[in-house]
């Protein structure tokens, strides 16, 4: 569709919408509510500013505020159950006296799902932490969802397996919570998505229900696959409680490269060829612009590359290799760096090749640290997009001159505009860099960026979800036909809507969390 009939259809659907359940049909919890949990748990597994309990606003800072301090919540309890039967007679009960929920695992998701939109209790899965089973041979790992994703990579790692999935924030993101985002990450082009990976689920319903789907076999086709109902549901359809998954095998040898290119435009051609010389066993292909890399040292992540070596640099890729024999991986990247650099019009200007397992990991947190880099320079606007390819710089760009013609360029207000992400997943993070974060700026943003990825037919959510930020702007990306199947599902499993009210179908209610 040509953009502006694209745009005013989606536009008239928005204004359609109606919501089956709204927060305010939701009760806050008592001094009642309390007690009644008091014979669920024990002390130490509440934390609430009621009495009995007491505890001060600050000690539910951590769970009250996300990540990026962009969205917060006013709950005034959270609750740690140890087993998944606490956890069903917890939302039993919330389901009976139509108390709202958060689920919470790390509380690393980016898009302000894993915090309250207002006085809902947190169910926090951190104390479900232990390993259920591990199967060497087959490689299956059943966890409870509390676990976090680095303790579970420790835990296969003597094994000689590792997990299909690994992200920036894997020593505090737990597995549950990366199921319930459907997490991407950084092995996504090696090992699928986790529609793929996870094998079973546990999972409580709104109602109480334990739901034990938690099998470890690889083929089961039995009607409907309803796990995949929960993988990306960000906690609004049930909690998970269990999570069963099938991990690789460690690759016997990894390397990885830095290269140096002149132009955005040499990233696709270099793709190609990439790909067509280190076939089975290229791993990983990042994307990270030039402002995106100088950020990344100025705060630390990752030793920066000599001046020589940046020299001229537009940007950056960093590919990565796993695969069975070290000699033969090591043949084949020298082989490609060879003929990148000895080509008549080279697309690359340089590449440096990890020597060490020290190097190694020093250049991936050239990639894996920009997140953190860009919350250390200032409030980050997150925008993770699936648009093609060959406009990653076009959108980045766009959205740089547009905040310019506003006047919001500058140290005043917007400091960078980058782009950085997982180019073999077509996957974008185009993050603003702002001083603080406005309203200016916020409406200079959206819909402007949205409108842009609806014209390229893509995704408003690659990989981190809708959560509190973008439940407006789903009909950007999803057919209204879609989202009437959403709402039918959201109600078919939660009719009175307490499992993460407000969230990825949520009501403009959530706009107005955005500090
Ligand atoms: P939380 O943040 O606690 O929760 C996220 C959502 O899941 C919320 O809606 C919450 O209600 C729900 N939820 C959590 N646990 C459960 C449960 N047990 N049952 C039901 N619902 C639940 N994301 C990527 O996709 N790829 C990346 O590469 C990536 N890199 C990141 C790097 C950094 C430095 C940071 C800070 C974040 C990154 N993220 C990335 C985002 C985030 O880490 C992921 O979304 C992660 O999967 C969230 O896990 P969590 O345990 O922190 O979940
Ligand atoms: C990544 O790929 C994460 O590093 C985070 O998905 C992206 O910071 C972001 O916007
Ligand atoms: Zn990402």
């Known amino acids: 569709l040509p953009f502006s009939r694209y745009a005013a259809q989606r536009l008239a659907l928005r204004s359609s919408r109606a919501y089956h359940s709204r ?18 748990l024990p002390p130490s597994s509440i934390l609430s500013t009621l009495p009995p309990s007491s ?12 990540w990026m301090g962009k969205y917060h919540g006013v709950s005034t309890t959270v609750l740690k159950p140890k087993t998944t039967e606490q956890v069903s007679e917890i939302v039993k009960w919330c389901n009976g006296r139509r108390i709202g929920i958060v689920p919470q695992g790390g509380n690393t998701g980016l898009v302000g799902g894993s915090v309250p939109i207002r006085d809902e209790v947190i169910l926090s899965l951190s104390n479900m932490s232990k390993v259920r089973s591990f199967d060497p041979v087959s490689g299956i790992l059943v966890a409870d969802a509390g676990c976090v994703l680095q303790s579970l990579t420790d835990y296969v790692a003597p094994h000689n397996h590792i997990m299909p999935i690994d992200l920036g924030a894997k020593g505090s993101c737990q597995i549950g919570g990366n199921v319930a985002t459907n997490a991407g990450g950084l092995r996504l082009l090696r090992y699928g998505s986790l529609h793929g990976t996870v094998l079973g689920l546990e999972v409580v319903l709104p109602d109480g229900t334990i739901l034990d789907q938690l099998t470890t076999l690889r083929k089961d086709n039995t009607g409907y696959d309803l796990k995949q109902l929960f993988i990306g549901a960000e906690g609004t359809l049930g909690v998970i409680t269990g999570v069963s998954i099938l991990t690789p095998p460690a690759p016997q040898a990894s390397n990885n490269v830095i290269l ?6 040499n990233v696709l051609p270099l793709y190609e060829i990439v790909k067509r010389q ?10 990270i612009d030039r402002t995106s890399y100088d950020l990344a040292v100025k705060h630390g992540q990752g030793r920066a590359l000599s001046d020589d070596e940046v020299e001229g640099a537009a940007c950056f890729v960093l590919v990565e290799t796993s695969g069975g024999r070290r000699e033969h991986d090591e043949e084949k990247l020298t082989d490609l760096l060879e003929s990148l650099l000895e080509a008549e019009n080279p697309l690359i200007n340089t590449g440096v090749l990890s020597q060490s397992p020290a190097q190694f990991s020093s250049l991936w947190a050239l990639r894996e640290g920009v997140t953190e880099a860009l ?29 310019r013609s506003k006047g919001l360029l500058g140290d005043h207000a917007v400091k960078h505009v980058v782009g950085y992400g997982h180019v073999g997943d ?10 603080s974060y406005s309203p200016e700026i916020q409406a200079a943003l959206e819909p402007y960026i949205y409108e842009v990825v609806a014209s390229h037919r893509g995704s408003v959510s690659a990989e981190h979800g809708i ?6 702007a789903l009909h950007y990306s999803k057919s209204e036909a879609s989202i009437a199947w959403m709402k039918k599902l959201k109600q ?3 009719p009175h809507g307490i499992m993460n009210p407000c969230k990825t179908r949520g009501t403009s209610l959530a706009k107005q969390v955005i500090s």
Not at 23 to 40: C, G, M, R, W, Y
């Open 278 to 287: 280190l076939s089975e066993i290229l791993s990983a292909f990042e994307y």
């Open 467 to 472: 959560g509190a930020m973008k439940t407006h």
């Open 426 to 435: 077509g996957n974008l993070h185009l993050n603003v860099v702002a001083k």
């Open 55 to 66: 505890a001060s606003p600050d000690e539910l800072h951590q769970y009250n505020h996300d």
């Open 260 to 265: 140096a290119l002149p132009s955005f435009k």
């Open 375 to 403: 919350a250390k320079e200032g409030k980050p606007y997150k925008y993770d997009i699936s648009v093609p390819l060959s406009s990653f710089q076009e959108v980045v760009d766009g959205t740089r001159e547009h905040l």
């Open 492 to 494: 078919l499993f939660d």
């Open 23 to 40: 927060p305010s049909a939701l009760n806050s919890v008592t001094e009642q509510d309390l007690a009644h949990f008091a014979k669920i």
